[in-house]
């Protein structure tokens, strides 16, 4: 397969599946997250992402139902296309379904920042939500209830490494 560009991407053989499922998520949800197209594709179960969220797997890669040479062109053919839908990036902190501590999920094996980023950015519907500085964490509270809180601490190359805060009960990462 040829290197996917901005002048041959339309032409993939993944891009109709793409498409198809980012219509229906932004239909439904409002924002497309990467973990939610891979759902949608059937590359990646309900029940593997609960695990990985839980901490039983340790790094979302393993569970994937595709090779990464596919995942990776997904990921790309998906910037691509939310950039001509006019989406708005938004990287999502995804941390640990546990009580007590919460450490932030691996989404890949070498935890390499631009593969993290890729699984991490979520793209939303101009008008859905903040977009900037702000940060989204992802997060469970006692029950296991789903919760999004938000965040305006920017992300610089120096602060990647650690955590945002439990942004919901106050206290500072």
Not at 96 to 121: M, Q, V
Request: aromatic fraction near 6%; hydrophobic fraction near 35%.
């Amino acid at each position: 397969m040829k290197k996917i560009t901005v002048a041959n991407y339309l032409q993939d053989p993944y891009y109709a599946p793409i498409v198809r499922a980012v219509e229906g998520l932004l239909r439904e949800k409002g924002f497309v997250a990467p973990l939610e197209l891979f759902i949608r594709m059937d590359l990646l179960s309900p029940e593997s992402v609960e695990n990985w969220r839980r901490g039983r797997v340790p790094y979302l890669e393993k569970v994937i139902r595709c090779n990464l040479s596919k995942a990776s062109r997904i990921l790309r053919i998906l910037r691509m296309h939310a950039h001509d839908l006019d989406l708005k990036p938004s990287l999502t902190v995804y941390k640990r379904w546990t009580k007590g501590s919460r450490p932030r999920l691996r989404f890949s094996k070498t935890g390499d920042h631009n593969i993290e980023d890729a699984y991490a950015r979520h793209f939303v519907s101009p008008g859905k939500g903040s977009v900037g500085a702000r940060v989204k964490d992802v997060l469970v509270d006692s029950t296991g209830a789903h919760m999004t809180g938000t965040s305006t601490r920017r992300e610089t190359k120096g602060s990647r490494s650690r955590g945002h805060g439990d942004v919901l009960n106050g206290s500072a990462g």
